[in-house]
């Protein structure tokens, strides 16, 4: 639990950097998701396999993206 506005500082560093850290890796796989969804569009024939791994990820990285934004509401929620 957060007591001194000391505390809520630090708190809200941390996960501001968390955020930020995460921001990277999630856009890089965002990036990778789109290119192998244009292989996808492109091919002659695809699998429902494939298909249903395309949009588990997407669904994933969507969740993801989510909770960054969260993280983000609540540092500025906190450090105002």
Known sequence: ???TPYERLDYCEAMNRIS???KTPVTA?????QLAKRKLDNKKTRTETEQE???RLNSALGR?????????????ILGS
Not at 29 to 33: A, Y
Not at 64 to 75: A, D, K, P, Q, W
């Open 64 to 76: 993801l993206e989510t909770l960054m934004e969260r993280i983000g509401v609540s540092v500025m």
């Open 20 to 22: 930020h850290e995460l």
């Open 1 to 3: 639990m957060i007591k």
């Open 29 to 33: 796989v965002k990036l990778e998701l």
């Open 53 to 55: 791994i395309f949009e």
